[in-house]
Nanobody
Framework: QVQLVESGGGLVQPGGSLRLSCATS????????IAWFRQAPGKEREGVSC????????FYADSVKGRFTISRDNTKNTMYLQMNNLKREDTAVYFC???????????????????????WGQGTQVTVSS
């Protein structure tokens, strides 16, 4: 069974940076797409960023464009989310997700249903507060 394990969350002041990691138990390129989602208290889970492994295209939610960068290290089978200029509204549990089925961005990532991805990590808490 595929396992995804997130790490790197924590408490950071507004304007600060964090880098999240997602280690996969399998070969990361075996997935068609890998993504980051987040869920704030009382809100639905929303897509933050995604990489299509077929063509390396990356997609970002409007709320994080220019501040977050998604990447992957194929040799380490690990995906990253570099988060800069963090804002209080970025506070959430962040999840990594992956799909082994062909995926194309029919919807913006922030409205892509979570069920599009069948493999999930346990989540890591990011809190932005002074």
């Amino acid at each position: 069974q595929v396992q995804l394990v997130e790490s790197g969350g924590g408490l950071v002041q507004p304007g600060g940076s964090l880098r999240l990691s997602c280690a996969t138990s399998g070969h990361i390129l075996d997935y068609y797409a890998i993504a980051w989602f987040r869920q704030a208290p009382g809100k639905e889970r929303e897509g933050v960023s995604c990489i299509n492994n077929d063509d390396d295209s990356a997609f970002y939610a409007d709320s994080v464009k220019g501040r977050f960068t998604i990447s992957r290290d194929n040799t380490k089978n690990t995906m990253y989310l570099q988060m800069n200029n963090l804002k209080r509204e970025d506070t959430a549990v962040y999840f990594c997700a992956a799909t082994s089925y062909p995926w194309t961005p029919h919807l913006p990532i922030e409205t892509t249903p979570p069920f599009t991805f069948e493999s999930w990590g346990q989540g890591t808490q990011v809190t932005v507060s002074s």
